[in-house]
């Protein structure tokens, strides 16, 4: 089970940090993922984290405002966004994937950014 939490309304150029927790299996090996999708919008991928060797990769949207982090101890991975954007607004939801496919998904924790 993933159930993220975090996030909220900010002004424009502020900063929220989402949460990820896992629980029900070890996932210090999985990759995680947070993805986000706004209104009529479709899902989008944001920023990815390996577990062995925590590489991460970023969407060119959210490159050097995002970090993405993991807390392998507390089962968590984190969101940390900064200069957020109006554009940014969406409901973000947290991925695993022990293979090739995410295939859990967490309920999702809505970011609004005010202009």
């Known amino acids: 089970q993933l159930v993220e939490s975090g996030g909220g309304l900010v002004q424009a150029g502020g900063s929220l940090r989402l949460s990820c927790a896992a629980s029900?299996?070890?996932?210090?090996?999985?990759?995680m993922a947070w993805f986000r999708q706004a209104p009529g919008k479709e899902r989008e991928f944001v920023a990815q984290?390996?577990?062995?060797?925590?590489?991460?990769y970023y969407a060119n949207s959210v490159k050097g405002r995002f970090t993405i982090s993991r807390d392998n101890a507390k089962n968590t991975v984190y969101l940390q966004m900064n200069s957020l954007k109006p554009e940014d607004t969406a409901a973000y939801y947290c991925?695993?994937?022990?293979?090739?496919?995410?295939?859990?998904w967490g309920q999702g924790t809505q970011v609004t950014v005010s202009s």
């Open positions: 984290i390996r577990g062995n060797t925590a590489n991460t």
């Open positions: 991925a695993a994937a022990s293979g090739p496919r995410w295939d859990l």
């Open positions: 029900g299996r070890t996932f210090s090996t999985y990759a």
